[in-house]
């Protein structure tokens, strides 16, 4: 009898497996199967909770791609893949929260498979190379990218939260403001469409201007990572273009709002700033004569320029904005724009210029004369940025 009641248990487990499989392989939450990708079915898909990173690795070889952009959030949701510009086989890589190793443990993923990159688009971010009084430096070992592995795979199929994802696929569809992945891994940041709307935009910049303010106070006193800034990006270069002659890696200073680069100034991390890029750019002569037949530009989106300066709606507005969703993330409609002065002819100066030791100068003098006209045009931007940075002074001071 035991025996009778354990393999009626055993074959009732074994068919809920079967369903919870079958369920998710149909709605497909992660695009890892392909048996159907229907509009009002399953066509859209959530952003994944787990296994971002496996996720993404997953499509980018499923699709056959060749060209990657990689990077943080910023990278994630502000550049499209399927851009005419890339000309099709691009995939964006970009994850929220992560460094340039993440970036650097992916490539070596996709090279290890046989996969050589005929272009790397990849996001530098001058608050990782930021250190906290106390904090060390150095270099950071790349992640080892999971996605060979079988574990992930099995979860992702049988288990309760990729059930929990099936049925989100399957209700999401046709919510215009649901928080989505595209097939070649862009999150386009719908859902801020619904905080918007709720909110307005200068309460989301506003928001994102405190915690920023934040984080530059509390890092002020510290230094700048000089060590694993310098390894990170020769670990970069290499992913890219060791024994892959040829290849066409961007390296790009994000498009930092005028907001963001304002409360660099009054935190005091201007200095700290412009010697990032020189640093950044010293990295990428020294990778030229290290590869010679790569194509290796660093373009400099940072400024207070027509696109940098955009004027936030004031609160209690129902303006809006073409650029930024805030001072940190640009719209894919910049990123359509970066691409541009990337790939079809940078500009000699001005916003995305080819930025080398030799132009560095003048790029400073263009920055100048940009803050100038922005200041003119919006005191109250500068204003409100060393308004912020002094509260989060006095709320440090008082927390310590």
């Known amino acids: 009898m035991h025996h009778h009641y354990l393999r009626k248990l055993g074959l009732a487990m074994l068919a809920g497996l079967l369903l919870v499989a079958g369920v998710v392989m149909l709605a497909d939450p992660y695009g890892l199967y392909g048996v159907v990708r229907k509009p009002g079915l399953n066509a859209e898909k959530p952003v994944p909770q787990h296994f971002r990173n496996e996720i993404k690795l997953a499509g980018a070889r499923r699709l056959g791609a060749t060209q990657f952009l990689v990077g943080n959030s910023r990278v994630e949701v502000g550049f499209d893949p399927d851009s005419p510009l890339l000309g099709g086989g691009a995939y964006n890589l970009g994850l929220a929260g ?69 049925a989100a696929t399957f209700a999401m569809q046709g919510d215009r403001e649901a928080e989505t992945m595209t097939e070649r891994g862009l999150n386009p940041l719908h859902q801020y469409i619904k905080f918007v709307r709720y909110d307005g935009y200068y309460k989301i910049f506003r928001q994102r201007a405190e915690e920023n303010a934040a984080s530059l106070v509390k890092k002020a006193p510290g230094g700048l990572d000089r060590q694993g800034l310098r390894a990170e990006l020769r670990a970069l270069v290499d992913a890219a273009a ?96 970066m691409l541009r002065r990337m790939l079809a002819g940078a500009p000699q100066d001005g916003f995305g210029m080819a930025l080398t030791l030799q132009n560095l100068e003048q790029d400073r003098q263009r920055i100048a004369a940009e803050r100038a006209a922005c200041a003119a045009a919006q005191p109250a931007l500068f204003a409100e940025a060393h308004e912020l940075v002094a509260r989060a002074a006095r709320r440090l001071g008082k927390g310590q």
């Open 98 to 166: 992560t460094g340039t190793m993440v970036a650097v443990g992916q490539l070596q993923y996709l090279r290890s498979l046989g996969i050589s990159p005929s272009r790397v688009i990849a996001g530098l971010d001058f608050h990782d190379a930021l250190l906290a009084p106390g904090q060390q430096g150095g270099a950071r070992k790349p992640p080892v990218a999971g996605a060979g592995k079988l574990g992930w795979r099995v979860e992702s199929l049988f288990s309760l939260s990729a059930l929990r994802d099936a």
């Open 242 to 337: 060791s024994d892959n002659p040829g290849v066409d890696l961007r390296l790009m200073v994000y498009a930092y709002h005028a907001q963001m680069l304002a409360l660099y100034e009054a935190s005091g991390m201007w200095q700290r700033f412009e010697e990032w890029k020189r640093i950044v750019l010293e990295e990428a002569q020294a990778a030229r004569t290290r590869y010679p037949q790569a194509q290796i530009t660093v373009h400099d989106f940072s400024g207070f320029g027509e696109f940098n300066c955009e004027a936030i709606p004031g609160p209690n507005r129902k303006g809006t904005t073409h650029w930024y969703w805030e001072a940190g993330h640009q719209k894919p409609a910049l990123g359509e724009e």
